[in-house]
């Protein structure tokens, strides 16, 4: 047996991504490049010469963005077909450029050069943060550097260097500082402490850039100066602050933050799931306690697991009766026949996708509600249908017709949600029976090829098994039986 149940057919961007992709690259362009005009007829001096700046302006901003055209489609094709991901990258480079543009006509040293990594380090890999910063450096020095020359004032060429180096160091160490970060006063921290630390740099280059050219210091210029820094680093860490959670919203990421967030029992959907289903979400509780430990084990982020334990379920909301966790003494599906309880059973998948399209919850997180199930068979209605008949019974008929796991995520709840319900079932949930059934359910999903669309491994497979088996006596523990009577 091979050692991962990936399918190599890894889905490779067709005409239609590289079109949406290159859309999206060339409405960044248009609103930067307006953005540059409205900020060149703002600065009355640079009128005289604007077809000019515009022209090189124009052929600048192509290339730059063009390299990181060529970045995506080639070293992130990821991002190709994760078109709000991509988009959000978009929104916080040319934001970052249009605020710089403005800024530097202020003063250049009032530029919030990082922004685009404080923004975007908080959603994307520290890689993608680490380029977009030193592409969008570039780009605003590129800008500076042509108006100041073009503009007849090439005195400031040295200071747009100075900004460019305090750009890509702020936002470089940004970027692998901040990535993966939770908590939003974390956030300010770090970054007002890389901030101060790069701008004292600046600020002792500024020094010695006095002393080498005039031989002396001007500490008048330099204390104004350095406010402008100070300025700079505060407004580029509180404007990713103040933007972190309105690009979270507007394009839908479930960043690290924002899934915390989801998992407050406080969230309009996690209250109806208390609510009208709490046999639902107690199960989910423990799923999510599982998963969370299976996650980290496994190398995968356990905050994206804890959350997609939470709303994996969230479908048996529409028929919270139907559900064995949810009822008393009475069986509506004693009533039925076997079909109709396996589609009510089985519906719960997509009205779980339907809700959290309603409530605006990630796809990352409402895709697994419809693939912790997969294509497996709902054996207790397969089996009473069988019973009623002695002809063959299609097994298709009494399965979930979700789609596979796509992700090791998703193959963790198919395991988590199956353990937790079988383990409650034991008998005598001991450390033999319980590691007995955990091999028993991992088996029969491999076989049913349930993990052939997600890069899940063996290896993988073996340490959920061993995550789940510790963590058991932690969740169902024995409780002491306290005597009788009185003290």
Same mark, same amino acid.
């Given at each position: 047996?091979?050692n991962t149940f990936y399918n190599p057919k890894v889905r490779k961007p067709n005409f239609k991504d590289k079109l949406v992709t290159l859309l999206c690259f060339t409405a960044t362009f248009?609103?930067?490049?307006?953005?540059?005009?409205?900020?060149?007829?703002?600065?009355?001096?640079?009128?005289?010469?604007?077809?000019?700046?515009?022209?090189?302006?124009?052929?600048?901003?192509?290339?730059?963005?063009?390299?990181?055209?060529?970045?995506?489609?080639?070293?992130?094709?990821?991002?190709?077909?994760?078109?709000?991901?991509?988009?959000?990258?978009?929104?916080?480079?040319?934001?970052?450029?249009?605020?710089?543009?403005?800024?530097?006509?202020?003063?250049?040293?009032?530029?919030?050069?990082?922004?685009?990594?404080?923004?975007?380090?908080?959603?994307?890999?520290?890689?993608?943060?680490?380029?977009?910063?030193?592409?969008?450096?570039?780009?605003?020095?590129?800008?500076?550097?042509?108006?100041?020359?073009?503009?007849?004032?090439?005195?400031?060429?040295?200071?747009?260097?100075?900004?460019?180096?305090?750009?890509?160091?702020?936002?470089?160490?940004?970027?692998?500082?901040?990535?993966?970060?939770?908590?939003?006063?974390?956030?300010?921290?770090?970054?007002?402490?890389?901030?101060?630390?790069?701008?004292?740099?600046?600020?002792? *280059?500024?020094?010695?850039?006095?002393?080498?050219?005039?031989?002396?210091?001007?500490?008048?210029?330099?204390?104004?100066?350095?406010?402008?820094?100070?300025?700079?680093?505060?407004?580029?860490?509180?404007?990713?602050?103040?933007?972190?959670?309105?690009?979270?919203?507007?394009?839908?990421?479930?960043?690290?933050?924002?899934?915390?967030?989801?998992?407050?029992?406080?969230?309009?959907?996690?209250?109806?799931?208390?609510?009208?289903?709490?046999?639902?979400?107690?199960?989910?509780?423990?799923?999510?306690?599982?998963?969370?430990?299976?996650?980290?084990?496994?190398?995968?982020?356990?905050?994206?697991?804890?959350?997609a334990a939470y709303y994996h379920d969230i479908g048996k909301i529409v028929n919270p009766e139907y559900f064995n966790e949810n009822q008393s003494d009475y069986n509506p599906h004693d009533?039925?026949?076997?079909?109709?309880?396996?589609?009510i059973i089985r519906n719960h998948t997509t009205e779980g996708s339907k809700l959290c399209s309603m409530y605006r919850i990630p796809k990352e997180i409402s895709s697994i509600t419809s693939?912790?199930?997969?294509?497996?068979?709902?054996?207790?209605?397969?089996?009473?249908?069988?019973?009623?008949?002695?002809?063959?019974?299609?097994?298709?008929?009494?399965?979930?017709?979700?789609?596979?796991?796509?992700?090791?995520?998703?193959?963790?709840?198919?395991?988590?949600?199956? *353990?937790? *319900?079988?383990?409650?079932?034991?008998?005598?949930?001991?450390?033999?029976?319980?590691?007995?059934?955990?091999?028993?359910?991992?088996?029969?999903?491999?076989?049913?090829?349930?993990?052939?669309?997600?890069?899940?491994?063996?290896?993988?497979?073996?340490?959920?098994?061993?995550?789940?088996?510790?963590?058991?006596?932690?969740?169902?523990?024995?409780?002491?039986?306290?005597?009788?009577?009185?003290?």
């Amino acid at each position: 047996m091979t050692n991962t149940f990936y399918n190599p057919k890894v889905r490779k961007p067709n005409f239609k991504d590289k079109l949406v992709t290159l859309l999206c690259f060339t409405a960044t362009f248009f609103v930067m490049f307006f953005a540059f005009i409205v900020a060149a007829l703002l600065n009355n001096d640079r009128v005289g010469c604007l077809f000019t700046l515009l022209a090189v302006i124009f052929l600048g901003y192509v290339i730059i963005l063009l390299t990181l055209f060529v970045y995506v489609l080639n070293t992130k094709r990821k991002l190709v077909y994760r078109f709000k991901l991509l988009f959000a990258i978009c929104f916080a480079f040319g934001l970052t450029a249009i605020i710089s543009m403005f800024a530097s006509h202020i003063k250049i040293f009032l530029i919030p050069a990082a922004l685009a990594a404080f923004i975007v380090s908080t959603f994307a890999e520290a890689r993608d943060a680490f380029v977009v910063n030193i592409l969008a450096n570039i780009l605003i020095t590129f800008t500076i550097v042509v108006e100041i020359t073009i503009g007849g004032h090439p005195g400031y060429l040295l200071d747009a260097i100075w900004v460019l180096l305090f750009g890509m160091a702020t936002g470089s160490w940004v970027a692998y500082y901040i990535t993966k970060n939770a908590r939003r006063l974390s956030y300010i921290g770090i970054g007002l402490f890389v901030g101060i630390v790069a701008g004292a740099f600046f600020i002792g *280059a500024l020094l010695l850039e006095d002393l080498a050219i005039h031989g002396a210091i001007s500490w008048g210029e330099l204390g104004e100066h350095s406010l402008f820094i100070l300025g700079a680093v505060v407004m580029q860490v509180l404007l990713g602050f103040v933007l972190q959670p309105i690009v979270e919203s507007l394009f839908n990421l479930a960043t690290n933050t924002r899934l915390v967030e989801l998992t407050d029992h406080r969230h309009p959907l996690i209250s109806r799931l208390i609510k009208e289903c709490p046999g639902t979400f107690n199960h989910s509780l423990n799923v999510a306690n599982f998963a969370e430990i299976c996650a980290a084990a496994i190398g995968e982020n356990p905050y994206m697991a804890r959350a997609a334990a939470y709303y994996h379920d969230i479908g048996k909301i529409v028929n919270p009766e139907y559900f064995n966790e949810n009822q008393s003494d009475y069986n509506p599906h004693d009533e039925l026949m076997p079909e109709v309880s396996a589609e009510i059973i089985r519906n719960h998948t997509t009205e779980g996708s339907k809700l959290c399209s309603m409530y605006r919850i990630p796809k990352e997180i409402s895709s697994i509600t419809s693939q912790h199930h997969g294509s497996l068979p709902i054996a207790v209605f397969y089996n009473k249908a069988k019973s009623f008949t002695d002809s063959e019974v299609d097994v298709k008929a009494y399965s979930y017709n979700g789609s596979l796991p796509e992700s090791k995520i998703a193959a963790v709840i198919m395991l988590c949600d199956g *353990a937790e *319900a079988a383990i409650r079932s034991l008998d005598n949930p001991d450390g033999k029976a319980v590691d007995e059934t955990l091999r028993k359910l991992i088996t029969e999903r491999i076989n049913a090829g349930q993990f052939d669309n997600c890069d899940i491994t063996l290896r993988d497979l073996d340490t959920v098994r061993m995550a789940i088996a510790d963590a058991y006596g932690g969740v169902f523990h024995n409780r002491v039986k306290y005597p009788e009577g009185k003290i």
